[in-house]
């Protein structure tokens, strides 16, 4: 019978792409992680990966392995991890990613009534501007709009991912006015580079009725973070458009308006992703629980909605 440390250190190699990867996921050092998978391979009597100097590669055979252990392993390891909850309760270190901006303004206010809980959690919160593969950089969960959903991910919706146009009162007061979506060519836009390509995504603008338009601005600067992107526009330096989440806290005080009211971006839903699993950790299911009871409570899906 093969050890529970190997397998692991094969499993985790698999996903990360590397044996360094898995290390640091498993706390152990590389050259362990390489020689558990080498006695592997060695009472297998099968080569599992081909390795070179710059790759870590899947044979046949381990691809073979792989899908018929890592369903069981991830079961035996959630299951460990329930059992060794401190007194039934959920416990362990929980790591979550989430945006910057939308973390620290939605995610971390509700962290005191949380461990208030849930005290014997120990939260490892990542605050990125990215989209994270969940298994091969061992999160537990993720915050996100409009990701498409990879193999063994699922998505629990949170609310809608809409986009919309702010600008500053002085902005327009002193522009030529923005009646249609084509009247957007004439302003200056202060755009935001996807965090994957670093390229400006053409969004599409729709409205009730159903019509589209391009979002036709100049592209007179662009940033990274959205909350950047609303404090230029605040200082009347163009119009920029962000996702509700990041709009509203400025809408709320008035320092930007809506730039065509009946236009929005649809990107999909805002979601809470984590691992498709028969048995989730305690630790994850009970923070996914709570953050949709508190987006309920706080009615933040018909806050984040365009309409």
Not at 80 to 105: E, I, W
Not at 169 to 182: A, E, Q, S
Not at 293 to 300: G, T
Request: charged share 20%.
């Amino acid at each position: 019978m093969e050890s529970m440390t190997s397998i692991e250190c094969f499993v985790s190699a698999a996903e990360a792409g590397s044996f360094s990867a898995a290390a640091r996921r498993l706390g152990l050092t590389s050259a362990a992680v390489g020689k558990n998978v080498a006695r592997l391979e060695t009472n297998l009597g099968v080569r599992l990966f081909h390795r070179s100097t710059r790759s870590l590669r899947l044979t046949e055979a381990g691809e073979r392995f792989l899908q018929e252990v890592s369903g069981g392993l991830s079961s035996i390891r959630n299951a460990v991890a329930n059992l060794a909850s401190a007194d039934g309760q959920p416990a362990g270190s929980l790591k979550v990613s989430m945006g910057t901006g939308f973390g620290r303004s939605y995610i971390v206010p509700l962290l005191g009534p949380f461990l208030e809980r849930y005290p014997a959690i120990s939260p490892d919160w990542h605050f990125e501007n990215r989209p994270v593969d969940l298994i091969s950089e061992g999160f537990d969960a993720a915050i996100g709009g409009g990701i498409e959903l990879p193999p063994g991910i699922v998505a629990r919706e949170l609310a809608p991912a809409h986009r919309v146009l702010l600008a500053a009162p002085g902005y327009l007061r002193n522009r030529p006015p923005i009646n249609t979506p084509d009247d957007l060519a004439a302003h200056d836009g202060i755009l935001i580079r996807s965090p994957q390509t670093g390229r400006i995504r053409p969004w599409t603008l729709r409205n009730r009725e159903g019509a589209q338009a391009p979002v036709s601005l100049q592209v007179k600067m662009t940033m990274s973070d959205p909350n950047a992107a609303c404090e230029i526009a605040q200082m009347g330096l163009g119009v920029t458009l962000v996702s509700m989440p990041h709009a509203v806290t400025y809408l709320d005080s008035g320092a930007l308006v809506r730039v065509l009211p009946d236009w929005y971006v649809d990107s999909g839903v805002l979601a809470l992703y984590f691992a498709a699993a028969r048995l989730l950790p305690a630790k994850t299911r009970v923070f996914i629980d709570f953050v949709v009871e508190q987006f309920r409570a706080q009615q933040l899906a018909k806050k984040f909605s365009a309409f």
